[in-house]
């Protein structure tokens, strides 16, 4: 069994994610939902992987170096390519056996309109300097909106994009802009390492990966305020969570700080998820937060429960809720009654 060969079949059978774990056949995820390869591929038989398996596959994916700090650290997160598939690569253990998953990366230049992102995207990235953050769980396609908003800025105007991630996932090709890619463990050390040199790159946007930490949403919040667009991602649910979980982040002591800082420079949070389209494959649900000067009060009195209000009441501004998308989604056919019950917080809404 190659790993080669398991990775170019996920892709080809237009699958998000390939899991191969010790005792089980492969599995991919296509569509949000988890399928045995053997369902899929008929004219060839796959077993349950060992671990034997997988220790071939780590020696066929992994250089010494990278196999020695997974051995120490127990994970290990890398970018991989086979001729045109690209592929993010996780490693880790589980009952003490390797296991890896590996997120397919699509090679195809996505713009806002194809993964449907509403008009006001394309006026937040006329901003030279902000704060725009893509949210959501893991899966719910927040590196393919910020690939689709590069490409935009990219094709359209004259920048300098440094862009920080672990992995790099998507590989932008300068157009009007020129691009810097770098990736964590090869091209610098940690991400607060590499947001703290990047003002001696000469940066008009910057993109982070994801925030993961205190040091690098201190970071991040400080490149905005010196004049640059700052595109990163955060693992939140909501505006409102997404704000308050940077708040939380910092140590009582400064968090006034914070909120002033946050108030003045962030610019939008897009909160998204995908669903299960009706005709097949997926599609994005958001909430969309534009900061006013409402939403900026709210944020430095820390009366955050209130900005749901305020984004119910801004669809002039291009705000949006979670709930009013999905009953647009739904009203439109593109996804199920079912579906929408399922993810909507008031179902009143869906009969209004």
């Known amino acids: 069994m190659d790993i080669n060969n398991l990775l170019k079949l ?3 059978n237009q699958a998000s994610d390939i ?3 010790s005792g089980q056949p492969p599995i991919l995820r296509i569509d949000g939902e988890l399928v045995d390869l053997n369902q899929v591929v008929s004219h060839e038989k796959f077993a349950a992987l060992t671990n034997t398996n997988l220790e071939i596959f780590i020696d066929r994916l992994l250089t010494e170096k990278q196999k020695t700090r997974f051995l120490e650290e127990r994970d290990l997160d890398l ?3 086979i001729d045109t598939y690209r592929y993010r690569l996780n490693f ?10 590996a997120r397919i990366i699509s090679d195809q230049k996505q713009t806002l309109e194809e993964i449907g992102m509403p008009p006001i995207v394309e006026e937040l990235l006329k901003l ?3 704060f725009i953050l893509v949210t959501g769980p893991t899966g719910c396609g927040k590196s393919t909106s910020l690939a689709a908003m590069i490409n935009h800025l990219n094709s359209h105007y004259s920048y300098n994009i440094v862009t920080l991630e672990d992995p790099i996932e998507y590989i932008f090709s300068p157009e009007k802009s020129i691009i810097s890619q770098r990736q964590l463990g090869t091209d610098m050390l940690t991400f607060n390492s590499g947001l703290k040199h990047v003002l001696r790159q000469d940066p008009n946007i910057i993109m982070l990966g994801e925030m993961r930490d205190l040091e690098t949403i201190s970071a991040a919040v400080t490149l ?3 004049g640059h667009l700052v ?3 955060l693992h939140t649910y909501s505006a409102a969570q997404t704000i308050d979980r940077i708040i939380d982040s910092f140590p009582p002591y400064q968090q006034n700080q914070i909120k002033s800082q946050l108030s003045n420079v962030l610019s939008a949070v897009i909160s998204q998820r995908l669903l299960p389209r009706q005709q097949g494959g997926r599609i994005a649900t958001r909430e969309i937060l534009i900061n006013n000067k409402a939403v900026a009060n709210l944020i430095r009195e820390g009366k955050l429960e209130q900005i749901e209000s305020i984004i119910e009441t801004g669809s002039s501004q291009g705000m949006i809720t979670m709930d009013k998308h999905l009953k647009e989604l739904y009203q439109a056919g593109e996804i199920s009654r079912e579906v929408a019950e399922r993810n909507i917080e008031n179902i009143n809404i869906l009969n209004s």
């Open 79 to 81: 970018g991989y390519q």
């Open 92 to 101: 880790a253990y589980e009952k003490n056996n390797i296991s890896i998953v």
């Open 128 to 130: 030279t300097q902000g």
């Open 224 to 226: 905005a305020e010196t």
């Open 19 to 21: 899991h191969l774990l």
């Open 10 to 12: 996920a892709a080809d």
């Open 231 to 233: 595109l990163a991602t």
